[in-house]
């Protein structure tokens, strides 16, 4: 298995972000999302689970629903829970949770920095009970494509070589394929695309290093970028992604993610790759009193 992020960087980044004071707006709309979308089904889930929700957000939006006995939250380190909150401790890429003893598992962006997505996809679908639901909200291909762009055309420009600086985010195809892989009944994948503005690409940046979404590749250049090189990447963001009033564009693009621990009740799946409604649909379909 390829060692694409560094774990321990992952939580140094996140935690340090928290105790900044994090830029949360993103995972705010996250929760709003998958609540709502969780809102559609007619049952109740009796254990519901969290994994690496970073402030607890989407935990808490899940949790007013009514839709939840009991919310759990999984964190890689306790500084993550709030004053008096339990939590169990793990790494990003366990789940510690017995085979068939969840009911709904979430997971608000965070399976795009595993390393074994496959391996993590397997142990959410075990810990799933019968029936058990699994939403998730995975950053995918687009997010962060402008400057991913200027960085390396601004690097390329001034030293003649580029290191990534912007980590590769998956294509809801393969988020498809990895909840059939992973033994999930009624996968459905849909994306949502999200345009936020910045007078220029600093604050950008500070957003992402307060988001702990700061570059974790193991293959990343340990030399930071120069001054010039990011005042030639904030010219190149100007000239090609701004709009008439000079502020710059960045893109967020989420997948929204939805399966469902197989059980005999279930009607039989689609064709692999004939999904092609929303989730908050599919959810409408397979929900049950």
């Known amino acids: 298995m390829e060692t694409l992020f560094d774990q321990a960087l992952i939580d140094t980044n996140r935690l340090r972000a928290l105790g900044a004071g ?12 998958l609540a709502e979308r969780l809102g559609v089904i007619e049952r109740r889930f009796e254990r519901a689970v969290e994994l690496h929700g970073h402030t607890g957000a989407v935990a808490r939006a899940i949790a007013q629903t ?38 709904l598992i979430v997971s608000p962006l965070a399976l ?26 995975i950053p995918g291909s687009g997010t962060l494509q402008e400057l991913r762009e200027v960085l390396l055309a601004a690097e390329s420009e001034l030293t003649g070589g580029a290191s990534p600086r912007v980590i590769p985010f998956p294509d809801v195809r393969d988020i498809g394929a990895l909840l059939q892989r992973g033994g999930f009944a009624l996968p459905v994948t849909d994306t949502e ?18 988001m702990g979404m700061a570059n974790p590749l193991t293959g990343r250049s ?10 030639r990447a904030a010219e190149l963001y100007a000239e090609r992604f701004s709009d008439p009033d000079g502020r710059i564009r960045a893109t967020f693009s989420v997948i929204y993610v939805s399966g469902w621990a197989p059980h005999e009740s279930q009607q039989k799946p689609l064709k692999p790759g004939s999904a092609t409604m929303r989730l908050a649909d599919a959810l409408k379909q397979t929900g049950r009193g």
């Open 66 to 103: 009514g839709k939840v006995d009991a919310m759990e939250r999984v964190e890689s380190d306790r500084r993550f829970a709030a004053p008096g909150e339990a939590l169990t401790v793990s790494p990003l890429e366990t789940v510690p949770l017995e085979p068939q003893s969840a009911n």
């Open 112 to 137: 795009h920095l595993t390393n074994d997505t496959p391996g993590v996809f397997v142990q959410i679908r075990r810990a799933l009970k019968p029936d058990g639901l699994f939403i998730a909200a």
């Open 22 to 33: 994090p830029a949360d707006f993103l995972l705010d709309i996250v929760a709003q999302e």
């Open 222 to 231: 340990r030399r930071p970028l120069t001054r010039g090189i990011l005042l």
């Open 193 to 210: 695309s999200y345009t936020v503005r910045y007078d220029s690409i600093f604050p950008l940046m500070k957003d992402l290093r307060a």
